[in-house]
């Protein structure tokens, strides 16, 4: 396979190259909007801590992608590059964005309502809560504990956003 075609296929296999449906006419705003995509997720990812390369595989696309994503154009062709509605959101899921705000500034309609992965996997992570071998009691301690750690974390999040 050209080398330069693999870099624009993602871990999935899925084409990242564009449908005609998919393209965008060059306008300011189209390139303003993509412009603030990548900003969007280039800030996000540094503020998690996650270099390019583990944000890209985790997101299941190329590295060099997530690179042209987050500069808003394909320096090669100088054009704005949309991604699809899989490649935005896995990159929602991978940067704990929602989905909803990354559609909208590329000009896609909302999707349907869905939880995070990350929530899918922490509320698989909370069965232990139903061991039969965990007493009434310990298990209302447990709760308490996870209810004060939430009650942390959102302290923690809606510091971060007012940065």
Known sequence: MNE???????????????????????SEEDRKDLNQLGK????????????????AQRAGIGTTYLWILERGMNPSTGKASRPSRKVLSGL??????????????????????????????LLQEL??????????????????QLRDFLSYLKFLAKENLNK
């Open 40 to 55: 969007t997720l280039r800030e996000r990812r540094r503020s998690l801590g996650i270099s390019v390369r583990s944000a």
């Open 4 to 26: 330069g075609i693999k870099r624009f296929i993602g871990r999935s296999g899925e084409s990242l190259i564009k449908k005609p449906e998919d393209s965008l006419n060059s």
């Open 92 to 121: 929602a899921d991978t940067l704990i964005l929602e989905e909803d705000s990354l559609f909208e500034l590329v000009g896609y309609e909302k999707p349907e309502k869905r939880p995070f992965k990350q929530e899918q996997n």
């Open 127 to 144: 069965d232990f809560l139903d061991d039969p071998r965990l007493s009434a009691e310990k298990r209302s301690q447990l709760i308490v």
